[in-house]
């Protein structure tokens, strides 16, 4: 498999997923709304034919009456069209149970307790995939290669992690289609970690 993507590996949220307002106070005016909004002539501060005075002339056409809107529903995000933070808790916590025992992982993680950094790639993958920005709040901007740098990533510990998150993605049950959209991207992100021959 390739790995042109051009798109860093944590950079917000996949292009492929639109992320419109969720509530319909910021969403765009429909056509119905532009329609009963446009300026007719005459009633502008600076007037129209009848010199700014705006007085309902008898002989002016009948507005334009506003067409019925159809708004599209805001679009759902990846994050919750895979089942919301409840999914991403699971693939998490199921990824770190086999870190644990992980002969090759294990001895990277620099913290006794597995807990904070379980916390931290479950934020990032929410915040990714359009969900709340957590990560960001409590992190700051995730420069994911940066901060691999100080872990020697190479084939034996990318495949390592690769083989530990396929476990924990086979155990969500996702539909075919997410699924694959998920792996991918965990494939392609893994691969763009290494940082050794
Ligand atoms: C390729 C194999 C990988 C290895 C061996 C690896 C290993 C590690 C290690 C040892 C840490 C430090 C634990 C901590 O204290 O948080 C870490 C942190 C982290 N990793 Fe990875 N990682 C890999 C790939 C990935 C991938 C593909 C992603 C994202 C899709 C990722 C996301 C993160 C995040 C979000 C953190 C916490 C960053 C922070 O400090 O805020 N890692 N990783």
Not at 3 to 15: C, Y
Not at 148 to 173: K, N
């Amino acid at each position: 498999m390739g790995h042109a993507r051009q798109r860093p590996a944590d950079s917000p949220g996949p292009a492929l997923i639109p992320r419109l307002p969720r509530t319909g106070a910021r969403r765009a005016a429909t056509a119905g709304e532009l329609a009963s909004a446009r300026i007719r002539p005459g009633s502008g501060p600076a007037g129209g034919q009848n010199g700014g005075v705006n007085q309902p002339s008898p002989a002016q056409p009948t507005p334009p009456r506003p067409i019925p809107s159809f708004s599209a529903p805001p679009a759902e995000t990846f994050f919750e069209a895979v089942g919301g933070e409840e999914t991403f808790r699971r693939l998490v916590a199921r990824f770190y149970e086999g870190v644990a025992t992980d002969p090759v992982l294990r001895p990277l993680y620099p913290e006794e307790d597995l807990g904070p950094a379980e916390e931290r790639l479950r934020l990032f993958l929410i915040q990714y995939w359009g969900g709340p920005a957590t990560y960001h709040e409590k992190r700051g901007h995730p420069r994911l290669r940066m901060r691999h740098v100080p872990f020697a990533i190479g084939p034996a510990e990318r495949d390592a992690w690769i083989t530990q998150m396929r476990a924990a993605v086979d155990s969500l049950e996702l539909p075919a289609e997410q699924e694959t959209t998920l792996w991918d991207y965990l494939v392609y992100a893994a691969h763009s970690m290494q940082n050794r021959a």
